[in-house]
């Protein structure tokens, strides 16, 4: 059982989980990340055929832990936010369907109106309009267990050189102040 009152969580989707995952897995403050679903209209746990199907309405998220007294959530925002385009609906590079949707899930109102006041800050640093959607996180279903961990357990597989590792250099580049 974890006793620090300081930790809080984050869930929302920038694509592939495997993506958002591997970048928060390198900020300081975050404790664990964990591979999941949330946003269908389907009832129970889905599966990863389920949600590859686009039909269940399920994103593919991650949902993090993270110190509150390390790294701000208006910090962890903006993290995310630039390390994945808000900007395309539905989509993150190839990577095409609703299950890849850019959405943050707040957990309460001040994670709400944090995250409108971010998307909202952040609009103008690029082109075209922001489509991230802010809803509010009513489940988050765990990915199972060869999802999670991916880019650690896979680097050389070609997703992950081709796709994981170049977000991961924007990362390092754009927020080194924000790394372990």
């Not at 920038?14 to 964990?34: D, I, L, N, Y």
């Not at 790294?71 to 808000?86: A, C, E, N, Q």
């Not at 999802?147 to 896979?154: A, I, L, T």
């Not at 081709?162 to 990362?171: E, G, R, T, W, Y």
Request: charged share 20%; hydrophobic share 35%; glycine share 8%.
């Amino acid at each position: 059982m974890n006793t620090n009152k300081n930790l809080k969580l984050a869930t929302f989707g920038g694509g592939c989980f495997w993506c958002t995952e591997a970048v928060f897995q390198e900020v300081k403050g975050v404790e664990k990340v964990v591979s999941g679903y949330s946003g269908g209209k389907v009832p129970g746990h889905p599966t990863y055929r389920e949600i590859c199907s686009g039909l269940s309405g399920y994103a593919e998220v991650i949902q993090i832990s993270f110190d509150s007294k390390v790294i701000s959530f208006v910090d962890i925002l903006v993290v995310f936010m630039t390390t994945h385009d808000p900007t395309t609906l539905n989509q993150q590079g190839a990577d095409r369907g609703t299950q890849y949707r850019s959405v943050i899930y707040y957990q309460d109102d001040s994670q709400k109106e944090i995250a409108d006041a971010v998307v909202k800050e952040m609009a103008p640093y690029y082109e075209n309009a922001i489509v991230t959607e802010v809803s509010a996180l009513d489940v988050f279903y765990e990915a199972t267990k060869e999802h999670q961990d991916f880019y650690k357990s896979n680097q050389g597989q070609g997703y992950c050189s081709f796709v994981i590792a170049p977000k991961l250099a924007k990362l390092r580049k754009l927020h080194a102040d924000k790394l372990k």
